[in-house]
């Protein structure tokens, strides 16, 4: 029996099981899942959140994992001597292309790279995320979500540098890179090669199940939820047939591989994000006269918080949560995407990546917080979500916002859907060989499970995947600490590089 028949079975078993998921009445399918699940993640989220109190009220819990990811970043920024500052100008000249080689081995630019990483990461959590943070740390959380912003954007650098350095390129051109390749090879250039293995391997599966889930479940999930909405539809199978549609799409992306996926990231990254900053800088505009004290409100509450919830440790909680929730920098996701670069120098692509966390958290996610605080609907939240109360806040200036809103979270949900299925491909490959079969395989699986995503509410399944992801940082983060050295050297190398001038030949 063939792998293609095989294949082709597996492909047909799903089509016919899909419409289950939508089909199942309420308390059914979904429910017997969201059961048979729920131990499990209860016990994996227990352990990758357990959370310690730093205040007096629920508001000041911390989970040991964000503590890790931000001391890493503080640890990294110090030790590059401030590389998220100092090398800001350098970053945005290579993007531009201004040191590349077109002929460098790799599959795409500069700037296709960064797009998708940073379309991985900017989502649902820059609009709905920040809002909740705000209304649970009050308008100061924005400080420490751009402080702790800045910070993450030198775990991005030492990552990605690491993503290139050890990245591997088959006779067909095609990159295979990311944290699994430089845990395995990196420590083991170190004498830790039996430590690298077990600490890559356990960072790839967690990266596939992350990648079904948060990266593709969720973003389905939410993305259909937000447009059947809008268009009021109540039919049972709508959920399918937009998650159907959805797949679809997906998949003419995904099928062409990494060359693809940046292609349209290229274009669509820098459409929705303008989208989204045009409609900020409206509202921003039209209540301009408050923006003054809206700034000083920012500044003065993230010291001297009055009247919030677990007072100046539940402010410095709520940003660092929301940066890190929002641009996953030290988790080692983007590593995956930069590997794909067309460079000779890793460093080159660390310093690019470093303006992810920028564009993702110090930019985006501040245009959500200025505009729900310079409306004030940050103090009548009441019972609303995230999503609903920027929502609300946009609407105060746009009343038809709510329509762009949904065309922006199904754009943010697709983008994060293709880039997603390329890190959990590459880590899908890494853990069963590199073979067309495998390649295939998992795309088949992954459009699959966004139809899936689309037609049921999985809760479990998707804060199990959450838990995942944010699992992927701990051997991340122990296998940059040991190849610190290396990142420093190739630092040295490319500015040695852009120093010396070649690069205008």
């Not at 292309?97 to 500069?110: F, I, L, M, Q, R």
Request: aromatic share 12%.
């Amino acid at each position: 029996m063939s792998k293609k028949f095989l294949l082709l079975s597996a492909l047909g078993y799903f089509t016919t099981l899909a419409p289950l998921f939508a089909q199942a009445p309420s308390g059914g399918l979904d429910k017997q899942i969201n059961d048979v699940v729920q131990p499990a993640t209860d016990f994996v989220s227990g352990i990758v959140f357990y959370s310690i109190q730093l205040g007096d009220s629920a508001a000041t819990n911390m989970p040991l994992v964000i503590i890790f990811l931000l001391l890493s970043a503080i640890l990294f920024t110090v030790y590059f001597k401030f590389i998220n500052i100092r090398g800001f100008g350098t970053s945005i000249q290579t993007v531009q292309g201004k040191y590349s080689d077109p002929t460098n081995a790799g599959e795409v630019s500069h700037f296709q790279a960064l797009t998708a990483a940073v379309s991985g990461t900017v989502g649902l959590g820059n609009i709905a995320g920040v809002a909740i943070a705000i209304s649970l740390g009050g308008p100061g959380a924005t400080f420490w979500m751009i402080v702790a912003g800045f910070l993450g954007m030198s775990s991005k650098f030492v990552e990605c540098t690491l993503g290139v350095r050890y990245r591997e390129i088959g006779p067909d051109g095609k990159v295979y890179g990311g944290p699994m390749y430089y845990l395995t090879k990196g420590l083991a250039d170190r004498g830790l090669g039996g430590v690298g293995k077990v600490l890559a391997v356990f960072f790839a599966i967690m990266c596939v199940g992350g990648s079904f889930g948060g990266g593709n479940m969720f973003q389905a999930n939410q993305a259909a939820s937000q447009f059947l909405t809008m268009i009021g539809s109540t039919s049972s199978s709508a959920g399918t047939v937009f998650g159907v549609v959805m797949a679809a799409v997906v998949a003419m992306v995904i099928i062409g591989g990494i060359k693809r996926i940046g292609a349209v990231t290229e274009k669509i990254v820098p459409f929705m994000c303008g989208i989204y900053i045009l409609a900020a800088l409206v509202v921003i505009g039209v209540n301009i006269a408050n923006l003054p004290e809206t700034l000083a409100l920012i500044f003065t509450e993230a010291f001297s918080p009055v009247a919030v919830s677990g007072g100046l440790v539940g402010v410095l909680v709520q940003g660092f949560r929301r940066a890190a929730f929002s641009n996953e920098a030290g988790v080692g996701s983007a590593a995956i995407a930069h590997s794909a670069v067309k460079t000779e120098y890793p460093a080159s692509e660390g310093l690019v990546s470093l303006l992810e966390p920028f564009i993702d958290t110090v930019i985006i996610c501040t245009m959500t917080a200025i505009v729900v605080i310079i409306t004030g609907d940050y103090d009548n939240a009441g019972n609303m979500g995230g999503v609903e109360m920027t929502s609300e806040s946009f609407a105060t200036v746009l009343p038809w916002f709510p329509y762009v809103l949904t065309f922006t979270v199904v754009l943010f949900a697709f983008s994060t859907m293709i880039s997603w299925s390329y890190y959990g491909l590459q880590a899908w490959l890494f853990l069963f060989g590199k073979n067309r079969f495998n390649d295939i395989l998992y795309k088949v699986l992954f459009c699959f499970f966004v139809v899936i995503g689309a037609a049921a509410s999985l809760s479990a399944v998707t804060d199990f995947s959450d838990a995942m992801i944010f699992a992927m940082s701990v051997p991340n983060l122990i296998g940059l600490f040991f190849l610190l050295p290396v990142v420093k050297a190739e630092v040295t190398r490319y500015m040695a590089f852009i120093k010396g001038g070649t690069w205008k030949k």
